[in-house]
């Protein structure tokens, strides 16, 4: 069994940056591919970074393309988003995902076996 526990979303205004963490439990983590995901109101969960088992293959979405960046901290189990440049439409709830099945980078949320309780993030005008 995985748990992830996301923290580091907040308030913050259009320009700034927030780093979130997704810490992982299990002595497997390393081997696990990691995504990063985001929902807002009335709108479906989207992938917006994912990042592969050893760190060296990463994916973004076009939305965050430049702006945002993921990776990972094996003696900690934990992985990061680092957000700069925020604008109003990246306000959403934030949630990590592991996949202990792949790799490599995973694109389909369906593959994603374990999921934090997610961290709000939003971002004023």
């Known amino acids: 069994q995985v748990q992830l526990v996301e923290s580091g979303g907040g308030l913050v205004q259009a320009g700034g940056s927030l780093r979130l963490s997704c810490a992982a439990s299990?002595?497997?983590?390393?081997?696990?591919?990691m995504g990063w995901f985001r929902q807002a109101p009335g709108k479906e969960r989207e992938l917006i970074a994912s990042?592969?088992?050893?760190?060296?293959?990463?994916y973004y979405a076009d939305s965050v393309k430049g702006r945002f960046t993921i990776s990972r901290q094996y003696a900690k189990n934990t992985v990061y988003l680092q957000m700069n440049s925020l604008k109003p439409e990246d306000t959403a709830v934030y949630y990590c995902?592991?996949?202990?099945?792949?790799?490599?980078?995973?694109?389909?949320?369906?593959?994603?076996?374990?999921w934090g309780q997610g961290t709000q993030v939003t971002v004023s005008s």
């Open positions: 299990g002595r497997t983590f390393s081997t696990y591919a």
């Open positions: 990042i592969s088992w050893t760190g060296t293959s990463t």
């Open positions: 995902a592991a996949d202990p099945n792949v790799g490599g980078v995973v694109t389909t949320s369906s593959e994603y076996d374990y």
